[in-house]
């Protein structure tokens, strides 16, 4: 299955019903490589955009600009469930909230806010994620963390539903947000619908389907395209060669860190500042 030929960036818009890992796993085939990593998941009932880094580019991983996050979300005032999604049972409802507690509710919500994530998350408690010891009947009791939310936009509102547009930090719970939006407006609520954007410069505009992945379709950007937002050195074939060895190279430029391309604009390695000198830190060149 591995080809060894396949480097650099994929843009999946991920389908309802599929869980992330589902989606790698079709890039995985697509692609004929198992190399394959992804910043950000998604729950199955979400769709929208994944990132993905392919063979020699998942190095890059840790370089990925992926702020901020923007959501299309659609909240169902009424009930809240144990998971603050659809996939969940109710565990209280309340009446419906007016539109005025709801638009004081997202002001409290918005900016540097603490948000306790969902019972059923990916969280661990003592080595455990927290939704397996949900499932079991635990008691979970998780600590808030830090988020942002750089912005609420109401798109839609119905009798007991509201569509936002979400802008914020990695790490936002979605879900988290509509279950404590019900909450401070004296109401319940979850969310019903959730739709991943845009992630940092990448926008699901750009991305394949995983129906047209599944049929074949496997349309890589280049390695260049994960670290778009980096200012760029170009290298002579002789600094190429140097850097392919793990040896530095005279830095033009100002700044902590650059990426280094050759002629063709091709990424050669990711690079930070030693003195007046550039350290290649993942090198994409000369395996």
């Avoid at 638009?103 to 998350?121: K, M, N």
């Avoid at 963390?145 to 936002?164: F, G, K, P, Q, Y």
């Avoid at 129906?211 to 260049?224: F, K």
């Avoid at 500042?273 to 350290?279: K, L, T, V």
Wanted: contains cysteine.
């Amino acid at each position: 299955m591995e080809s060894g030929s396949a480097d650099g960036l994929l843009l999946v818009d991920k389908a309802i019903g599929m869980t992330s890992h589902d989606a790698v796993a079709l890039a995985r085939r697509a692609l004929r490589t198992r190399r394959i990593g992804h910043a950000g998941t998604l729950d199955p009932f979400a769709s929208g955009l994944l990132v993905m880094l392919v063979g020699r580019a998942t190095r890059l991983l840790p370089y990925l600009d992926g702020e901020p996050k923007v959501y299309e979300a659609t909240i169902r005032f009424g009930a809240e469930t144990d998971t603050a999604d659809p996939t969940g049972v109710v565990v209280r409802e309340a009446p419906l909230p007016d539109a005025a507690a709801v638009d004081r509710a997202i002001t409290h919500l918005t900016g540097e806010i603490e948000q306790i994530p969902p019972v059923f998350s990916a969280k661990k408690i003592g080595g455990v994620r927290a939704y397996a010891a949900a499932r079991r009947g635990e008691a979970v009791a998780l600590a808030p963390t830090r988020i942002v939310v750089h912005r609420w936009s109401v798109r839609a509102r119905r009798a007991e539903e509201l569509d936002v547009e979400i802008v914020c930090g990695g790490g936002t719970y979605v879900r988290a947000l509509a279950r404590d939006l019900g909450a401070l407006a004296g109401s319940a609520a979850h969310l019903v619908r959730l739709r991943r954007t845009r992630s940092g410069p990448f926008s699901v505009d750009d991305a394949t389907s995983t129906d047209a992945l599944a049929a074949g379709a496997h349309p890589l950007r280049p390695s260049r395209d994960a670290v778009s937002a980096m200012p760029v050195q170009v290298l002579a074939d002789e600094d190429v060669a140097r850097i392919a060895r793990g040896m530095t190279v005279s830095a033009e430029l100002s700044g902590d860190r650059c990426a280094l391309v050759d002629v063709s604009g091709a990424l050669v390695a990711v690079a930070e500042r030693r003195g007046d000198a550039w350290q290649p830190k993942v090198v994409l060149r000369g395996e």
